[in-house]
């Protein structure tokens, strides 16, 4: 908390010097550096979207649901349907008409006395619209 009240006594201190003139701009302009903490104004918040990677799945089921218009993709245990969807679209420039999520357990394992579990994993199978097409075995 000692770091927040430095922080607003630097910004007092730089309202005083100005004698009170345009303080809201003084306060969003102001870098205040303070033993190697430098803050600056917010900048905008980057878009969940962004941060949900979504990569294909390539196995012979997957392989057998593609001719019916479906692709599998993994995706983050933490995304959701609506997240995934906008990834969808924006990665690959299609329409999606339904998002459907598998979420997996890990399993736990041991080996001797050490007691263990794998990862969690999710799974999004994913409807394009009619006439919607990902090429995702080109090269494969």
């Avoid at 803050?39 to 001719?67: G, H, M, N």
Wanted: aromatic letters at 4%.
């Amino acid at each position: 908390m000692g770091i927040f009240n430095r922080i607003k006594k630097i910004g007092h201190t730089a309202d005083a010097k100005d004698g009170g003139k345009d303080a809201a701009e003084n306060k969003a302009d102001v870098t205040v550096e303070n033993e190697g903490l430098v803050l600056q104004p917010q900048k905008t918040a980057r878009k969940r979207v962004d941060v949900v990677a979504v990569a294909p799945r390539i196995s012979e089921k997957s392989a057998v649901l593609t001719s019916s218009g479906k692709y599998v993709f993994d995706v983050p245990v933490t995304a959701n349907k609506v997240e995934v969807r906008k990834a969808i679209e924006a990665l690959y420039g299609v329409k999606v008409q339904d998002v459907n999520t598998v979420r997996g357990i890990g399993k736990a394992v041991s080996r001797g006395r050490i007691a263990g579990r794998r990862n969690r994993w999710k799974k999004a199978i994913v409807t394009l619209k009619k006439g919607q097409k990902i090429d995702l075995f080109v090269g494969v």
